[in-house]
């Protein structure tokens, strides 16, 4: 395919597809988690402890990668851990990006005493060290998906939001600014037209890789047993559980740990894909 | 009487540094006058002052602008948009920079018709693209389309003249409108400008650094040293004598079109000297309420 000046269009990269795809396959197991587990995933069978996934000897057809110590299916726990894992990712992620990148814009393009009042907010807010930001939370907020969800969204918005003005700032100095102005638009509007599109590839990136470290924090929190309730699989709980059996069975760990990474992986890559893809002068 | 009159405007930075100091121009309906200074005098200042886009640091701190005669400080932010907006219009110096690289050129075009003027779309997308073939575009539906990358620095100019004239303003303020362009670029748009003020009777404050470019398109010309008017004269008077030495050592300075390689004179020290003092001395009279 050519463009207006002949170029050759760079096709959307093989990143794209390969981590669109991961996340699709993910989305898709989340939903239908109910029909396609093959097992309970609270269901255990101590006579059935530790067996090993298909490929090793003495495994069970009937769980395809292995069980753990209590004789719960790995697969079906991490089809149910998915879904935790997406719904953190969707709502902690836009919700993240919505506030810090409101306010970012709002800073960076209004600047005086507003910008003032905001930066100076980013600024103290960041001092907090994050994880015992995080932690502090849990503790206040209690255990559960809306603690996970906003302890995410309390200590990361000013990723977005120091971003975000960085970048108005840069667009509202621009002639087309200016000149949108002196056209008779309205300082809304000119926020609208002029800077939103403009630092929408940043945004973009910015949101799936927020996605990405919800998904990380999420996994952490449930490490050190402070996320969704225990009797919820979550990857983190299970990675957890893994850890403490890793040389009778490995594979309690590696797998949800695996999914964790090539998840975080995709959505930072899928962000990088997208910002191109969003950007006029590189598309 | 003049379209656009500048009364004693001053500007100062928000720590009082004066940026213009104490500047009257005049513009009549129609006419052509050429701003000339050296960089930093201050010249994109009066255009930003006049079309009410100071940079948040500047403040326009005394004297008056009046379009058509209406005095815009006295005016609401909102209105005094609105008659910026429907009787002027700016040609930005960088074309690579004034228009929105995530936005297709054509609604950049029509969006000063829908705003101001409260056109429908579709009949401003008409005169859009009347206004491309003026300004001699080979395709303009194929333009419309088009994003700001895709096409040349000459070509955005055009867009961007085509933008400007599109509200029918009666006053254009082009900031070194060739400045940015290559060469052969440069006597096609200068051109260009030209023919489009000629045919729509437009008042237009050109504003450069090059005096022969001057001679080419203007009628009279505002010389401006450190944010002080040096000389306001007619461009004839003013290539037979400058009055002003700061005048005469610029256009000792500047090369001559019959001679490009000749030799040239940059601003002799003394009368950098001479003229700064002169600008110290109008700031104590101004200060001492002397000033006549
Ligand atoms: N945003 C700003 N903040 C502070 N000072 C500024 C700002 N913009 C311009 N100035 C100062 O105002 C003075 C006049 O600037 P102006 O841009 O009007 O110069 P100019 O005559 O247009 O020069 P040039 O030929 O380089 O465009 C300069 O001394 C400049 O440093
Ligand atoms: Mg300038």
């Not at chain 1, 926020?191 to 799936?208: G, K, S, Y």
């Not at chain 2, 379209?3 to 009549?28: C, Y």
């Amino acid at each position: 395919m050519r463009d207006a000046r002949g170029n050759i269009r760079r096709l959307p990269g093989i990143r794209l597809w390969l981590s669109g795809g991961w996340l699709t396959f993910l989305v898709l197991a989340a939903i239908f988690a109910p029909l396609i587990s093959p097992h309970d995933p609270l269901a255990q069978d101590l006579f059935a402890g530790r067996l090993p996934p298909f490929f090793e000897q003495g495994a069970d057809p009937a769980y395809l990668l292995g069980t753990d110590s209590l004789g719960r299916d790995v697969l079906s726990r991490m089809l149910y851990g998915a879904r935790l894992a997406l719904i953190v990712a969707l709502v902690a992620g836009t919700l993240t990006c919505l506030i810090g990148a409101s306010l970012g814009l709002i800073a960076g393009y209004y600047r005086g005493w507003v910008d003032l009042v905001i930066s100076r907010f980013i600024d103290i807010w960041m001092a907090f060290p994050p994880v015992l930001f995080a932690i502090l939370l849990i503790a206040v907020l209690g255990t559960g998906l809306m603690s996970v969800i906003i302890a995410i969204v309390v200590i990361d918005w000013t990723r977005f939001a120091r971003v975000v003005r960085a970048e108005a700032m840069g667009q509202g100095a621009m002639d087309y600014v200016a000149s949108a102005q002196v056209a008779g638009r309205t300082r809304f509007g000119t926020a609208l037209t002029e800077i939103l599109p403009n630092v929408l590839p940043t945004i973009v990136a910015l949101l799936t890789l927020e996605m990405g470290i919800a998904v990380i924090v999420e996994a952490i929190l449930s490490f050190v047993n402070l996320s969704i309730s225990t009797d919820q699989p979550t990857w983190g709980g299970m990675i957890a559980e893994g850890r403490t059996s890793i040389y009778q069975a490995w594979w309690v760990l590696v797998f949800p740990l695996f999914a964790l990474f090539l998840t975080v992986l995709s959505f930072s890559q899928l962000g990088e894909g997208l910002k191109d893809h969003f950007d006029p002068v590189l598309r | 009487m003049s379209f656009l009159s500048i009364q004693d405007l001053t500007v100062q930075l928000k720590n009082g540094m004066p940026l213009l100091r104490h500047v009257s121009l005049d513009v009549a309906p129609g006419e052509v006058r050429a701003l000339v200074g050296e960089s930093g005098a201050g010249k994109s200042m009066i255009g930003k002052a006049v079309l009410g886009i100071l940079p948040k640091a500047a403040r326009l701190t005394g004297g008056k602008i009046l379009l058509d005669g209406e005095d815009l400080q006295t005016l609401s932010q909102k209105a005094r948009r609105q008659r910026i907006g429907a009787r002027a219009a700016l040609i930005p110096q960088d074309p690579l920079t004034a228009l929105n690289p995530s936005r297709r050129v054509g609604p950049q075009i029509t969006d000063r018709l829908v705003d101001i003027l409260g056109w429908k779309r579709p009949d401003a997308e008409k005169r859009a693209l009347e206004l491309l073939e003026e300004v001699h575009i080979q395709s303009p539906d194929r333009v419309m389309k088009a994003y700001p990358h895709e096409l040349s620095g000459g070509m955005r100019q055009r867009i961007l003249i085509a933008s400007a004239f599109a509200a029918e303003p009666k006053l254009i303020i082009a900031d070194e409108p060739t400045t940015a362009l290559d060469v052969t670029v440069q006597k096609q748009i200068l051109k260009l400008i030209r023919e489009m003020q000629q045919r729509h009777g437009t008042a237009l404050l050109f504003v450069t650094h090059d005096l022969g470019v001057v001679s080419k398109i203007a009628q009279s010309l505002t010389v401006l040293y450190a944010g002080k008017v040096i000389e306001e004269t007619t461009v004839k008077d003013f290539f037979a004598a400058p009055s002003h030495a700061y005048s005469k050592a610029l256009l000792a300075a500047t090369p001559k079109y019959t001679d490009p390689q000749g030799s040239l004179t940059p601003v002799p020290e003394s009368v950098i000297t001479a003229v700064e003092a002169e600008v110290a001395a109008f700031d104590e009279q101004a200060r001492a309420g002397t000033r006549p």
